[in-house]
């Protein structure tokens, strides 16, 4: 089987448990032939998808504000983008959007965006409602889950989902009609002779 | 047959059993590159022999200088002589361009093979297969088809055939050992004649020229089969020298051997060294004459399964009618003619160079027998060394009881030399190692073995005798060359050779001895070095390489060792016997620190690398010229760049560039593909870049980028900041939470980066910053003990990074981003070079963002660029994108474009190119043209001192290329250059 590499970034404000969420998906059925990783903010996993591994090299940024600037070196090239938003904290969904408008206005193009509402163990003192986090996410085409890092709730199927959408090695012409598109101006480039 | 041993009997430890696996490997391996050398080395014979046992073995490894020089009764090393005297792995070697053929189809295949003899072999590349295949020509009899193609498994670092458990360290190695023993092969490999007799290294390179076409050639034809002339006259001139009665005489007895009857021929020439023959009489006689020598090894395969192999040989036997076979493949005779044609066959191998072709016939069961993969046969009584307890053949890997598809784990080859102490002795159940049989490897054991006879038992340093040659050894002028003798004639048998590189310098090979031996000047002691940190090993390792060849062997060992040392804190524990040789003193610390080295399998790789580097130095070669040129315009010419960052794209591009020029070019030779497994090229040639471009600019590059940032006030501004956000809290950087390093730590992680500074490869520069930040998780969990993602690990890097204070840090950063190699931006390394990027950016921004908490537009463009070169989709250069060609269109008013693609040097200027193109396109008024840019709609005259295939680089080093071409048109003519359709530069 043919391995790809994906790399997936992972976006939303500190706390919401970004990597809470890829430390679960990457530990819980622990692959011992993959070198491990030094430390769980750049870690990988490889699943089998069809006819192909994909091995997802995740990458976690800094949530806080003042990394922010930094954020387009980590989700340049990227396959997918998760952005993670806490149910319990509106505010984290309102940096989510930002996410999803930077993504539309910088990221690459065809990268499939997953909105991922963490901590839904603690729906008691859910902000955030799941009907209008999932409309949202229809309305911009991206794939939308509730998990549970904690729990360990639809943490893999978060992957499963992004592995759907990655259009297949075969034919990479093939549009994935789901996928959320983003779409990048290229800047002129300069032109300079020595 | 339990009775005699030719071996060394002494008290077994426990471990015990695996050296005597060792030995057999030594054996036969010694026996292997005897056969290969066929260089009449006597000493060991002259010499007092410590242990009887081994006298047999090793005697037996000498067998053919017993016959050549018992006879003269004056030992004549051969040295002389050495020069004529090639292995089948030289002759290999030089003759790749003939049989390894990986382009060339089946059918091809099939064309040249069936017109030669049996066991007549290539390397191609098979098309439904997707990998190397080792086309044999087998025999015609039965329905069985008559060309065998069997796969050649490539893991990391070592080539196999499939279902062997024999792993080489390059093609080279393996087809030679299957000349010699056929292991899975039906038998073994056949050289064409014209190679297997050539003389001279300028027969074989008069046959290596022919290349494919060697087949169609007569000389493929060429049969040696007159008495008198038994080898290929016609290819072989110079042959009057002082050797050749002797060698005509062997070669004629051989060739009466092989007239009396084929089947004669293939009488081992192993036998004859047991003058004793005690252990190998009854052997023959149980096996039905199938086992002809010793082998320790082989025997007990063979046992294993007697009842299978008495079929198999007996049938191989039956199939053999005398004269079918040209030469002594089969390992079946009958006893008598064996006897009788010993001495034939070993004063023709000694004689002819056709050892190759007098194989040590091996009874192990054909292939189709399930039976011979699982590792471990029972012991044979008949073969002491291998005592009951080492049942344990050819894997010595956990995996090596299982008789499962494992032929990636390859032999694990315990040729490290002996532990030196008793209280040394290793758990070596617990310490598995998974080595090669790189006959390199394994002479190392040989080599000890062969201390022995050379040394008398005494503890001397080892090198006392090679180097001052005080041994005492009768014949005062041969000191020298006795040393030699004794330790490297078997691996050095290619050190006669001049042209390859990894055959000659890395005494390696050979174990410690040789090297003083051939450079007592250069000596080193190794535990000079021993206690260096890491970081200064790589660099030192990096440095090393570099050195004079005379210490490659030093080299080499230190390297290989010290790495394993550092790193792998000795994973590989094997050790021999301490009991079966006794050893020099002064060698056994050698040894131990050495035991590292096999586990490593770094050789193949730094060989190749060692000759690329090589190449790259020669300016008479193609690409060195190319690489030699860049580096010295580099070198004058840094100012033509306005960046840093446009500076080191350059060097990048010209990396890749050099990388697919040397997959395609044929420069390199033998072809890389021969050396190195197919998945693990990009990544040699990408080391070896860094060697050959990197490392003579390492000290402009610097320069260069200080330079930039000065000019451009950013080094100031970086310095001012710097100091600023070393004197903030932890807090203030967005540490929350966690607690920082302390400032021992800090001083540790400074120190490293300091190392960092000393390397040039990128690539060790990088691994040097994950060393950083696996430290700097490791001190945020132990004081927690949970995992951090970024949100705590960026802030803490950025702290750290404030606190060492190091503004060179963030040249270091940008070098190792631009020039790292692209395919591991996406992986771990990227990220923290990502992460690294970003802190040191936050932290040259550190006023800014205090007052607006925003990152300069200019390092976001920074970012956004270096990002979009990174994902450009650009296509692999192709042979017009390389230096040495640029397509310039003549434009004229009435007759439209035409292109010609001219071979320009890099460095030609435009004045040059112009003059050039004034002849290409017979201009009659060169005075009224110039050579032009076009690029989008924009036009550009070039200035006459300007060097066209510079542009053409740096354009195409551009994140997103934009189309250009170059025309060469008539100045004041007034054209419409926009709408000229002209061909792309």
Known sequence: ?194 | MASSSPFPMRPMDRSGSFFKLIDAFASEIGELKQEMVQTPSAAEDKQPVVFQGLEGEVSRLYLQSRHCCRAGGERDSGYDSLGRRMSVLDRLTRTHTVWLLLALGEEEARRVLLRQPPGVFMVRRSATLQRKVLSVRLDDDGSAPCIGDFPVKESQYTFSLEDSWISFADLFRLVAFYCISRDILPFTLKLPDAIASAKTQKELEEVAHLGAGFWDSALSRQRPCSPSRPLSRTLSPQRSDSRQPRESRGAQGGDRGRQAGCGNVSAPPTLRAHPSGSSLRPERSQSGGALCFVNPLFLQAHHHRQGESLTASSRSRDAKAPGALPSSRRAPLTSATRIQDVEHCTSKVAANGKSCLTPPPRPPPPRFMPSRRPAPPPPSPAVPPLSPAAPRPPSMGAKSSSPAKNATAPIAVPSNPPPPRPSKKPDLEAHRCHIALDDETIAKAISRAKLAPCQPAGSFPANVPMEEGAGGPPSPAGTNRRGQQCFSDMSMSTSSSDSLDYSRSPGFSLGLPPTPARRPGTHRDPTEDSSEEEEEEEEEEEEEEEEDYGVGLENDLENGLRRPFSTRRRKVGVRLSRGSFILPRALKGKFRRMSGVLGSLVTPERRAIKKIAELSREKGSYFGSLVQDYIGFVQENRNCHTTATDFLQTIRQFMTQMKAYLRQSSELDPPLESLIPEDEIDHVLEKAMHKCVLKPLKGVLEVALHDFQVSSGAWRQLKENLALAKAKRPLELGVDGVVPPDPVAIEKIRHKFLNMRKMYSPEKKVSLLLRVCKLIYTIMQDNSGRMYGADDFLPMLTYVLAQCDLPQLDAEIQYMMELLDPSLLHGEEGYYLTSAYGAMSLIKNFQEEQAARVLSSETRNTLHQWHRRRTAQRAAPSVDDFQNYLRVALQEVDSGCTAKTLLIQPYSTTEEVCSLCAYKFRIADPENYALFLLTGDTSQQLAPDTHPQLIKTEIHSRPRAQAFHFTYRRVVANLNLHNANCPSG
């Open chain 1, 1 to 194: 089987m043919a391995i790809r590499e994906l790399k997936v970034c992972l976006l939303g404000d500190t706390g919401v448990g970004k990597s809470s969420i890829v430390c679960r998906f990457v530990q819980d059925h622990f692959d011992h032939n993959i070198s491990p990783t030094i430390g769980a903010s750049f870690l990988t996993k490889t699943v089998p998808f069809g006819h192909e591994l994909h091995k997802f090299l995740i990458w976690d940024t800094a949530g806080q504000e003042r990394f922010h600037s930094l954020a387009p070196m980590y989700y340049r090239g990227s396959a997918a983008a998760v952005i993670v938003y806490d149910i319990t904290k509106l505010d984290s969904f309102q940096t989510l959007k930002k996410w999803v408008k930077e993504l539309k206005e910088h990221g690459p193009e065809d990268i499939v965006v997953a909105i991922a509402g963490n901590k839904n163990d603690l729906g008691d003192i859910r902000e955030v409602p799941m009907k209008e986090a999932k409309e949202f996410a229809e309305s911009i085409a991206a794939i939308f889950i509730e998990t549970s890092a904690r729990n360990a709730v639809n943490v893999e199927e978060l992957f499963q989902k992004i592995s759907k959408q990655i259009p297949p090695l075969q034919n990479p012409e093939v549009e994935s009609n789901d996928s959320f598109k983003l779409t990048q101006q290229p800047p002129p480039s300069t032109r300079r002779c020595c």
